[in-house]
């Protein structure tokens, strides 16, 4: 019997032109909620760099203190630095969700063409105070998963596929970054530290299609033993996702067309109701005057149940509002009404907004949130 004929992919990268990052969870499972992933477009480059230790010499010497042996211990890799540079157009959510910096968000409604909640800035960690994006639903800090696509640029003659891809299992990067602005120029670069990640892979699902399509980005991985290592590269006929063109690099930040998919990962439900209370002639609000917030906590699981309930809401004053625990399939959960006094400002503002979030562990002990904006007109 003859034996298949064994091709030697020739391998060239060159000209980075997409890049899929996934939030890890606690264990460094993939995780592909909406808040969870996204595709990068316009990265302008990455370096890879070993951080090795310096070699060495043992000299063994007899005992009149001549050398007798001598033996020369090679320098180690102990491990890798990670520099990517990100373009001028900075989508807010990816920093968020790399674990660089924390984001502005508008929960006051200022800006007339944004809608309240809207993420429109970042803002450094303070020293010490580093952890996982303020949308993340997991209490720990896994940093992301990681793959960057290139152009394949060996020549046409040889064989050759279109890609390359740099697979990081997971990649921790520091906080906050540097940034180079000037008239001309804009660069933002980010430095991480890959890691292996033993759950980047599941290797008993791979003989289950249905669920190797379901797991995301790691089954990009060619070898079912699975990836042990930092980081790994290869080519491959799989484009960049998110309708990034290799050759010609366009901006997109989505993640509607992530490898393995986005997954809506909402739950625990929120809803408010407001109830007034205003003295106005016409009844329009007058300061002093209140609005009552009453707060529905629903579990949308009819099996597991939902502890360490709180309830946030800073424009309404509510901080750390606990509610009790909810079982599956039981009905809403109501917190009572939170009475908030108008102001001089709201009423010369004609309306308030509030940003209400609610967090829970789910019985996993995982940290799922949700958040409800709501508006209350103060001249009916």
Known sequence: MALPEVITQCFSPLDV???????????????????????????????????????????????????????????????????????????????????????????????????????????????????????????????????????????????????????????????????????TYSNRQYIGTPETNAHWIDPTVYDDQALVAARGPGFIFPESIGLDVPWAAWVTATPAPGGCDCTSCNYEYTSSAALGGVVDTEEIGIAVTPSTTFTGGGGEAQPADTIDFDYSISNPSSTDGLTSILVNDAVAGVTDLAVADIAGGAGPTSTGAQTYSVTAADVARGFVTTFAVVTALNVNGREVSNSVVTTVDLTP
């Open 17 to 183: 032109c997409g890049a899929q990052l996934n939030r890890l969870g606690c264990n460094g499972e993939i995780l592909q909620g909406t808040d969870d992933v996204k595709i990068a477009c316009d990265l302008l480059d990455i370096s890879l760099t070993p951080n090795t230790t310096p070699s060495r010499s043992d000299v063994a010497r007899n005992g009149g203190q001549v050398k007798v042996a001598e033996r020369v211990l090679p320098s180690v890799t102990e491990d890798y630095s990670l520099t990517m540079n990100l373009s001028p157009r900075i989508d807010v959510g990816l920093l968020e969700l790399m674990g660089t910096h924390e984001a502005i968000v508008d929960d006051l409604g200022v800006y007339d063409w944004q809608s309240p909640g809207s993420r429109i800035g970042i803002k450094p960690y303070a020293a010490g105070e580093q952890g996982c994006a303020c949308t993340n639903t997991q209490t720990c800090d896994n940093g992301v998963s990681l793959l960057v696509w290139f152009n394949n640029t060996a020549l046409p003659t040889n064989e050759k596929a279109p890609y390359v891809v740099f697979a990081f299992p997971m990649v921790k990067f520091a906080p906050n970054g540097s940034w180079d602005i000037s008239d």
